[in-house]
């Protein structure tokens, strides 16, 4: 039964590890969060000025 567990932990980790495996993909997915992030606070920064033109 240890042997059975081990094989699915081994399968599970290598499903996770398979998402994003190497250097190639491990840029593509550094560079997508990175353009997610500029996205957002791109959005933040806007809403923010627009605040703070009605403030004033």
Known sequence: MGSRIRRA????????????????QLVVYFATVLAAVAVFMFN?????????????
């Open 9 to 24: 932990l081994s399968r599970a980790t290598l499903a996770a590890v398979g998402a994003a495996s190497g250097p190639p």
């Open 44 to 56: 933040v920064d806007r809403l923010v000025a627009a605040r703070m033109r009605e403030a004033t």
